[in-house]
């Protein structure tokens, strides 16, 4: 079993902000810090500092910290173009030297596209499906050889495929409702389903068997220390921490 903290610094947090946070995390013994990949703040509030990027945060904590796993929950198909995903994830992996886990989802906040002027279709699992097509295409291209695809939403043609993840394969989450969908695209890769946050939740633990529970509390098995690890964290860590 791993515990890992989740947080959403696009409510206000810097790049020291969550440095301070992911160091709190490595140090109170958790194994993992993931964020949101949001660019926009939700709910009434002070919006300072303003947002930080996520891939680029996880590529600065990829050298500023030495164990703890890294990544996002989740990345959302609609701003991040596969292609580039999967060279500035490959990137990080290799800058952390293999701690990197890639959330993939198929975005939700309306109000943040509209802000920052980013397409957001009603449709949008064909193109998170082809997203995940390309990145996983990419990086399991052998070296030597080039990757094309042809979808409705987007054509390569005969792209490098490099660089390559120092992990083989990149840990992979879905973040969705659990739909049958989902479940298929995941099933297809061999990758886990995140079902969503609640405001509530203060870590992911997640199982053996690669299940997320959302709140120690709710999960069968969670050990007391952990859950007491948890409360020092948010202690800790602060406000930003869900």
């Known amino acids: 079993?791993?515990?890992?903290?989740?947080?959403?610094?696009?409510?206000?947090?810097?790049?020291?902000?969550?440095?301070?946070?992911?160091?709190?995390?490595?140090?109170?013994?958790?194994d993992g810090w993931f964020r949101s990949d949001h660019f926009l703040r939700m709910g009434a509030g002070d919006p300072l500092p303003g947002p930080t990027d996520a891939w680029t945060t996880l590529a600065g904590l990829a050298r500023d910290t030495n164990r703890i796993r890294l990544g996002t929950l989740v990345s959302s198909a609609t701003f991040r173009h596969p292609s580039l995903l999967a060279i500035q994830v490959a990137q990080v992996d290799a800058m952390s030297r293999g701690r990197v886990e890639l959330g993939l989802g198929?975005?939700?906040?309306?109000?943040?596209?509209?802000a920052y002027g980013i397409p957001f279709p009603a449709k949008r699992f064909g193109l998170f499906e082809e997203q995940l097509e390309i990145v996983t295409g990419l990086w399991s291209t052998p070296v030597g050889e080039?990757?094309?695809?042809?979808?409705?939403?987007?054509?390569?043609?005969?792209?490098?495929?490099?660089?390559?993840?120092?992990?083989?394969?990149?840990?992979?989450?879905?973040?969705?409702?659990?739909?049958?969908?989902?479940?298929?695209?995941?099933?297809r890769v061999g990758i886990g389903i995140d079902r969503g946050q609640s405001p509530l939740v203060v870590g992911v633990v997640r199982g053996d068997d690669g299940r997320q529970c959302h709140r120690g509390a709710q999960c069968r098995g969670v050990a007391s220390d952990l859950l007491a690890r948890t409360a020092d964290a948010v202690e800790c860590l602060g406000d930003h921490v869900l």
Do not use: N
């Open 146 to 187: 080039t990757f094309d695809f042809a979808g409705e939403h987007y054509r390569l043609e005969g792209a490098p495929a490099l660089p390559k993840p120092v992990q083989s394969p990149v840990p992979l989450i879905i973040g969705g409702g659990g739909c049958a969908r989902d479940i298929d695209v995941g099933e």
């Open 106 to 114: 198929t975005g939700w906040f309306a109000e943040e596209h509209e």
């Open 1 to 30: 079993m791993e515990v890992c903290i989740f947080t959403e610094p696009q409510q206000g947090a810097s790049y020291d902000d969550q440095l301070a946070q992911a160091s709190a995390t490595e140090r109170l013994g958790f």
